[in-house]
């Protein structure tokens, strides 16, 4: 069964029913997010039922669309925190990827800065590597961007799109070996994208992030994972209440192949490992659990079927 991910926008009268109708398709819900008198569901849903849900959420007013943004986590790398690197296109890039279902974190670098020192240090690059992509957001001229991105990406094992003034041809001929995605005509700008022509460029990043994480999904389904990661958020929000007292924004964060758990990892990570998926199958039976270089958090990565030989 092929689960795809979706978005479903409605009023909160009878937002239940919905959320009963997805776990009867075995599906799973990702996030909800309750709005005054709107609901927001971020789900997976079996794409042979996607016509099904469509016609099931049509007397209620709902809206239903594709999203292949929804269920990863995106790294948004900028050389510094300074003036002169934080415009206003990173924040801006960082919140649109939310409006489309991504969970995006902003990795501002201690010495990005400068062409010939421009680098990354360990916990830099482990924090980037946690991430199922990072987008790293660079600037006007293509010297610059050559020399910095070179040394940005080093020890960077996700995949990287990379964005700057200069047009797609340029940015495709000054990094070797290239990036995995590329959008060319959003530098530094100190502005908000409010205009029709700004609002483009945050869709071509949009684009090109789908792009690049469809290209993901394919190569995961040569080698699925023994549970989906939707489904294990599920477990953990079932067997460990504590983790609805967490205020953190998306405290099960669900990414392509595992999960971040926003916990204490020395307090927590034994219960989790033992939680049972399935009889006789435990999350340390299908899981990686390790500590994030995040804070104090959990990460939870997923074994794929060939390490396990198990499918729940």
Known sequence: MILVPITYTGGVYRHDEVIDYIEDLGGYIVQKHEMAQEMVLQAFIPKDDIGRFTAFTKPLAGEVAESPLVGCEIAVVIPSLEIHHLPHSACDIAEYLRTVGAKTNMVGLARGFGKRISQLNDEERDVINEHDLAIYVLGNFETCIEQKFNGLRRGVNVPIILTGAPPLEALKRITDPPAAGYVGNLGRFMHRTRTEADIGRLDAVVEETARVLN???DE???????????RLKEVIEDGIPDIHQVYSPTPVTVQL?????KLPFDRYHDTIRSLPVEEDVTIGDTAWIS?????????????????THIVV
Do not use: C, N, W
């Open 215 to 217: 290209q993901i999904r």
């Open 220 to 230: 995961i389904a040569h080698d699925p994972l023994s549970v989906s990661p939707a």
């Open 257 to 261: 192949t595992g999960l971040r758990i």
């Open 291 to 307: 500590p994030s270089r995040m804070r104090d958090y959990i990460l939870v990565q997923i074994k794929p079927f060939s390490e």
